[in-house]
């Protein structure tokens, strides 16, 4: 076994979010695809691909045994993104709804 995979041993679940997410979850072929086989896709090795962002892919893969993806779309339009701070009650419900599902996530796998 690698060192890294030994460490994966020890290693948090991986966690990507991507925030003012706007596009639909699709494959190469452009199929509807969840949030786990999206990141997986983005990790996959590239034919061609240059040599630090397959590094980088590999990485992951070999250190993190447990990888998720969260998308959550933008929070409100423009207009009232720099106002948010004094009313938070105005942000996109999708957005809330996200956030809540990403916290619930992360609390429920939190070592204690």
Sequence with gaps: MSLRGELADHMPHFVWMLRDFSLQLTDRQGRRIDGAQYL???????????????????????????RSLFTLPRPAPD????????????TNPAFNAR???????VHARIKR
Aim: hydrophobic share 35%; proline share 4%; charged share 35%.
């Design 40 to 66: 997986e896709e983005a990790l996959a090795p590239r034919e061609g691909g240059a040599r630090d962002r397959e590094a980088v892919r590999s990485h992951v893969r070999s250190a993190f045994r447990e």
């Design 79 to 90: 207009e009232l993104l720099s106002k948010l701070g004094g009313a938070p009650g105005r």
């Design 99 to 105: 956030v809540n599902e990403l916290q619930t996530f």
